[in-house]
C-alpha cells in the first residue's frame, strides 16, 4: 500500500487566501484524522472522522477551519481566510479501529501564511 | 483540559546506554498509552501502545505502565545513533476517544 497521501506537500500562500489540504487514506481504513503540529502547542488533533462521519471536532480552531470526507477514500482542510498563525505541518492520519491501534500518518503539508 | 506532561529535553545519552524517557498523565480513568517516535521533518510512528500495568517488551523496547502514579515510560536499551529522535507519549480515555499527545522528549544518542 502506498501508505496515507497528502497533498501539497508545501505551500505558501499570503494571509486573507484559501488553503486547502488534501488526504487519502489508506485503503480499508475507517477512521482518518487531521492534526496539526507547531513547536508552541505540539501535536494537536483538529477532528476526526469514523466510517466518513465526523466524530470530534473540538479541537478545529475557529470557524476558519472546515473539514470534509465524502467518501472513505479523500478528505480535505480547508482554512478561509488564512492567517499567519496558521503556518504549522498539517497531518493526516487514518487507521482501521478498533481492531488496529496503529495511527499511519502521511507526511504532512508545511503551510506557510505570509 | 486532560493533559500528557513530558520533559522536553534534549536527553543527551551515549550510545549503547539505557535511554529512560517518561511521561505523566492526568486523567485516572485513562486506558491506553502510546509512544510515538518521530524524525526531524518526518511524520510520527507508532513504537509501543499498552494498556495494563506492568512492562511490555519490544525488542529494544521497553513500556512501563504505573496507573497508581499516573506515568508511563520508555526505555531504549543498546541506544543507537539511529534512536536519535523526538518521543511523544499519549493517551486515550477509551477506545472511541481521541488520543492526546504530550509536547514529545528531544532524545539524542551521543556515538
Known amino acids: 500500500d502506498a501508505g496515507v497521501i497528502q497533498s501539497p506537500r508545501h505551500e505558501v500562500t499570503e494571509m486573507g487566501q484559501e488553503v486547502t489540504l488534501r488526504c487519502k487514506p489508506i485503503?480499508?481504513?475507517?477512521?482518518l484524522f487531521w492534526y496539526r503540529q507547531t513547536m508552541m502547542r505540539g501535536l494537536e488533533l483538529l477532528i476526526y472522522?469514523?466510517?466518513?462521519?465526523?466524530?470530534?471536532d473540538s479541537g478545529m480552531p475557529e470557524d476558519r477551519f472546515s473539514a470534509k470526507m465524502p467518501n472513505a477514500s479523500f478528505s480535505t482542510l480547508k482554512i478561509q481566510p488564512s492567517e499567519p498563525r496558521d503556518s504549522a505541518v498539517y497531518f493526516c492520519?487514518?487507521?482501521?479501529?478498533?481492531?488496529?491501534?496503529?495511527?499511519?500518518f502521511g507526511p504532512g503539508t508545511r503551510l506557510l501564511v505570509l | 483540559q486532560k493533559e500528557v506532561e513530558q520533559n522536553s529535553g534534549p536527553l543527551s545519552v551515549p550510545e549503547g546506554a539505557i535511554a529512560s524517557l517518561n511521561c505523566t498523565y492526568s486523567?485516572?480513568?485513562?486506558?491506553?498509552f502510546f509512544w510515538y517516535r518521530q524524525y526531524s521533518g518526518k511524520s510520527p510512528e507508532l513504537i509501543m501502545f499498552?494498556?495494563?500495568?506492568g512492562d511490555k517488551e519490544d525488542g529494544r523496547f521497553t513500556a512501563q505502565l504505573n496507573k497508581a502514579s499516573q506515568y508511563v515510560s520508555l526505555l531504549i536499551r543498546d541506544s543507537q545513533p539511529s534512536d536519535s529522535a523526538t518521543y511523544l507519549c499519549?493517551?486515550?480515555?477509551?477506545?472511541?476517544?481521541?488520543?492526546?499527545f504530550g509536547s514529545g522528549t528531544r532524545l539524542s544518542i551521543r556515538p
Open positions: 492520519a487514518s487507521s482501521n479501529r478498533p481492531q488496529e491501534e496503529t495511527q499511519y
Open positions: 485503503s480499508g481504513h475507517n477512521s
Open positions: 472522522f469514523n466510517n466518513n462521519v465526523p466524530i470530534d
Open positions: 486523567d485516572r480513568g485513562s486506558q491506553s
Open positions: 499498552i494498556y495494563s500495568n
Open positions: 499519549a493517551w486515550r480515555y477509551s477506545s472511541a476517544s481521541k488520543i492526546i
